[in-house]
């Protein structure tokens, strides 16, 4: 069960509008060993936005 979360770690995203807003999500580190970059609904920005992983 622990090699299970080492390879898909929880990440939380933030917004890139600068509202504070995050997602909290898993990614696949096999799959995506950089930062994680989510195009998301902001809704206190009413607006699709970038969300980058957050460290």
Not at 19 to 39: A, C, E, F, H, Q
């Amino acid at each position: 069960m622990a090699a299970n979360n080492e390879l898909r770690p929880i990440v939380k995203l933030r917004s890139t509008a600068g509202t504070g807003y995050t997602y909290v999500t898993r990614k696949n580190r096999r799959n995506d060993p950089d930062r994680l970059v989510l195009r998301k609904y902001d809704p206190i920005a009413r607006a699709h936005v970038e969300f980058r992983e957050q460290r």
